[in-house]
């Protein structure tokens, strides 16, 4: 398996390509800029299969519809934030752009401790509240992608509709893994979560 980054939008969300057999992949965020992620596709040679999302902000979810129909792939969400793919108020769309949201019209919603089936990966759901109360991370192989759950020596805001208490539980759950795993994060570089766990100053004191 192989994974490309590309930053997408407003926000410059990164937009995750885990390539896991030759011309298919799995997306994980979708921010503004369909164009953009098609054009990459295009130039790798994959085809999605699946658009997993970590969590339902505009900038994480403005590209999912049309990149949705282009390639006719299944979109998977946490329950709690699913309403934000129709609702560009709980979005914070109208907060975050001035351009116009589509909203996603067909997805479906997981559970903590769900598996995600992708031909042979599989996508182990962590319910990881905090920035939103349906943010994820996706667990797969040696992979961890955490969305705005956790970011290289930070983590997400609360302030946009989340809970601060939440969070810090979150991290606690994250702080308890013992397997190290890359982690690809919703913004800036990647890191690994064995240095997150000793360096990151969120986890101190847990």
């Known amino acids: 398996m192989k994974v490309y980054t590309i930053t997408l939008g407003e926000l410059s969300t990164n937009c995750h390509i885990l390539e896991y057999r030759d011309g298919a992949c799995v997306l994980i965020d979708i921010g503004n800029g369909a164009k953009k992620l098609r054009n990459k596709l295009t130039e790798l040679d994959l085809k999605p299969q699946a658009i997993l999302l970590t969590h339902g902000h505009y900038d994480h979810i403005a590209g999912v519809e049309e990149i949705r129909k282009t390639y006719d792939c299944p979109v998977y969400i946490h329950s709690n934030d699913a309403m934000m793919l129709v609702d560009e108020n709980a979005n914070l769309a109208w907060q975050l752009t001035t351009a116009p949201y589509i909203p996603v019209t067909k997805y479906q919603t997981v559970q903590d401790g769900d598996i995600i089936k992708v031909d042979n990966l599989e996508f182990r759901v962590m319910l990881t509240k905090g920035h939103t109360s349906g943010s994820v991370c996706y667990i797969c192989g040696d992979y961890l992608f955490s969305g705005d ?50 360096y990151n100053p969120y986890f101190r004191g847990l």
């Open 149 to 198: 759950t956790l970011f290289r020596g930070s983590v997400g805001r609360t302030d946009l509709g989340g809970n601060a208490q939440e969070m810090m539980e979150s991290i606690q759950k994250l702080k308890a893994i013992t397997k190290d795993y890359q982690v690809y994060c919703g913004h800036f570089e990647s890191t690994t979560l064995s240095r997150e766990q000793k």
